[in-house]
């Protein structure tokens, strides 16, 4: 099965981060393509709150770092659920074209 945090940080090509997803299936190439958005998305994000002060929504105790790191998670989902940045988009017809390509 696709595991795309797995896939993302061992891979830093997208294509060969999805080598395992079977692309004759469309509609498995289109998850795999938002699901691979959706972790770059997250990467992006936790970059960007990266070197904020401690405090504000979640305070700076213990559980500060879990609940940040759950809310970008959730907003990483939000934005891809919103039809994301076009990333998607890209990786599913360069794959669907490689596909064509190989036959």
Known sequence: MFNPAQSVSAQSNPIDALAGVDRSNKTAVRDASEKYESVFLKNMLEAMF?????????GSGNGAEAWRGMMIDEYAKSVSDAGGIGLADTIERQLLELQENSQ
């Not at 990266?50 to 979640?58: D, M």
């Open 50 to 58: 990266t070197g904020l002060e401690e405090g504000g929504t979640w």
